[in-house]
Each structure stands twice: as C-alpha cells, then as structure tokens.
Nanobody, 122 residues
C-alpha cells in the first residue's frame, strides 16, 4: 500500500493550496481517509476526514469553513482544498487511510503517506 501526498508549497496568508493524496495497493472505496498535520515542535493533529461509504466529512475546529476534504474513488485520490490560509496552518500534512472507518484519532489509521510541507507566510 502506498499513499502519495502532493501539492504542498509556500503561500502568503490568505492564499490557497490544494493537496492530493493518491492511493495504490488497496481498494480505495473501502477506506475512510483522513488528513493530519504536524507543525514544528508540536504533536500531530487531526485536520479532516471523509468516510468510506457515504463520504461524510468531518473537520477540526481550526479549519472549519476554510478547508474542504473530498475524494474521487475512480482515481483513488483524496483532496484537501485549503483556503484563507493562516501562518498557523504551517505544517507537514499527512494523509492516512483506515479500513471501513475514519475518525480523528490518528493511531487508528492503517496506512500513512509521507507528508507534504505547507508553509504560510504572514
């Protein structure tokens, strides 16, 4: 199983980025997908998740109204559209997959991508 995250970069505050995570080696439609992030010197935290069956979306409070998670099962890819970015969004962003489940607790996920760095300058 491989999860390949991409789309990170450097933007100014107020800007936008779209992260992608392409999955291979698994039946993507059977997996809930999550995005997590880890800022320098901080613990990893939950950002957003999308369920495997209905595609329901869940967000951490700091990103609600600014970030949107979506999935394309035909392309085995999950996306994270990030708008109105703030300096505090600076972190390495990781995608993760959990078999027939999702949630905000990272340790319950089965597979992880390598991370993509997002840097937001003020």
């Amino acid at each position: 199983v491989q999860l390949q995250a991409s789309g990170g970069g450097s933007v100014q505050a107020g800007g936008s980025l779209r992260l992608s995570c392409a999955a291979s080696g698994l039946t993507f439609s059977n997996y809930g997908m999550g995005w997590f992030r880890q800022a320098p010197g901080k613990e990893r935290e939950f950002v957003a998740a999308i369920t495997w069956y209905f595609g329901s979306q869940y967000y951490a409070d700091p990103v609600k109204g600014r970030f949107t998670i979506s999935r394309d099962n035909a392309k085995s890819t999950v996306f994270l559209q990030m708008n109105s970015l703030k300096p505090e969004d600076t972190a390495v962003y990781y995608c993760a997959a959990r078999y027939k489940n999702s949630g905000s607790y990272g340790k319950t996920y089965d597979y992880w991508g390598q991370g993509t760095l997002v840097t937001v300058s003020s």
